[in-house]
């Protein structure tokens, strides 16, 4: 038997709807900040991060946003519309969406990485090695796919899925899709009395393994 662990710094996750992450644009200074007008050119947001802002695929850094309104706009005058957010691809931890800059997210997180054939790639003998897929702990709904082909759904635990015969001998790319509640969202737009201490922990915690073992 081959158990294969997954290594958490390998996943890559995927915010599927937006969140509140500014990604400084327009003008900028040599002190770290950046401005750029809005709303016609009546005020300037100015964004200062808390940090050094990471690479491409980076841990999420605070960011404060500063702005400088024109005559008479103050409050919820300032912004024309809701806010509109660009969410990408990045490496994190098996962790809970709070800890990860995802406080307020209520939707999907889908994670990825390549993993290689099981044993003799399941070419060899008369029928391939059972090959199965454990998520370790999950709160949410997981969704699992290979090679973009639908494996399976599981809404509670144990978050196991049979992937006998659908890795190739060049390996294959495991994506986990997974699903939380709106506890997170209720929880930020509240005040409410509905939502319950543990109901906005979410995200995939694992620990990933993937195992391998010959038929009888």
């Known amino acids: 038997m081959t158990t294969l662990h ?3 710094e ?11 992450v500014v990604r400084p644009t327009g003008v900028h200074h040599a002190d770290g900040t950046s401005e750029r007008p809005r709303l016609g050119w009546q005020h300037v947001m100015r964004f200062r991060p808390g940090a050094a802002l990471p690479p491409d695929g980076g841990s999420p ?7 400088e309104p024109a005559p008479g706009l103050s409050g919820g005058a300032l912004l024309a519309g809701p806010v509109r957010c660009h969410v990408g691809p990045g490496r994190t931890e098996l962790a809970d969406w709070q800890a990860i800059g995802l406080q307020s997210h209520s939707g999907a997180v889908r994670y990825r990485r390549h ?4 044993g003799d790639g399941g070419t060899g003998g008369d029928a391939p090695p059972t090959t199965i897929l454990d998520l370790g702990e999950v709160r949410g709904t997981a ?3 290979v090679d973009g082909r639908r494996v399976g759904v599981r809404v509670c635990s144990p978050y196991t899925f049979d992937l ?4 190739g001998p060049a390996g294959a790319r495991l994506e986990v899709l997974v699903c939380n509640t709106l506890a997170p969202h209720l929880d930020a737009v509240g005040p409410t009395p509905f939502v319950f201490a543990g109901q906005k922990r979410s995200g995939l915690f694992g620990p990933v393994s993937v195992t391998t073992f010959s038929r009888p």
């Open 6 to 8: 997954s290594p958490a």
């Open 143 to 145: 969704e699992v796919l």
């Open 61 to 67: 850094v605070p960011c404060q946003i500063a702005v």
């Open 10 to 20: 390998d996943l890559v996750a995927i915010a599927d709807t937006p969140q509140p």
């Open 115 to 118: 993993i290689e054939a099981p």
């Open 164 to 167: 006998t015969g659908r890795v």
